[in-house]
């Protein structure tokens, strides 16, 4: 079973990078390729990796590449955080900034539209 799920993590790796290779090109392709990985995850219960979670819109399974179909605004106020809005499907979601260490962005909500 563990091995399943290393295959597993690999093939989800592959197809997103795959998708994130061909996103200019062909962006119904990019989209393919991330309901594979996502259908390959629920399947076997694999996590997606956490570097690319934030890469892809969990409601129509886009790839969310900034300036092109995603919004990243930035607000410093209190506690600072991200919101990414996807222009796809409107979905929002807020990342909060934790200064200091590198990889301390947690989802902190995520808003339905
Ligand atoms: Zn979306």
Known sequence: MKELREIAERNIRELLDLALKI???DRELARRYVDMAFRIAMK????IP???KRLVCRKCRNLLI??????VRLQPRREPHVVVTCLNCGR???YLIKRRRKSSME???ETKS
């Open 107 to 109: 989802p902190l909500t």
């Open 92 to 94: 929002i979601v807020r």
């Open 23 to 25: 996103f200019h090109k």
């Open 50 to 52: 956490k570097e690319y």
């Open 66 to 71: 900034p300036g092109v179909n995603c919004r």
């Open 44 to 47: 076997t219960r694999t996590r």
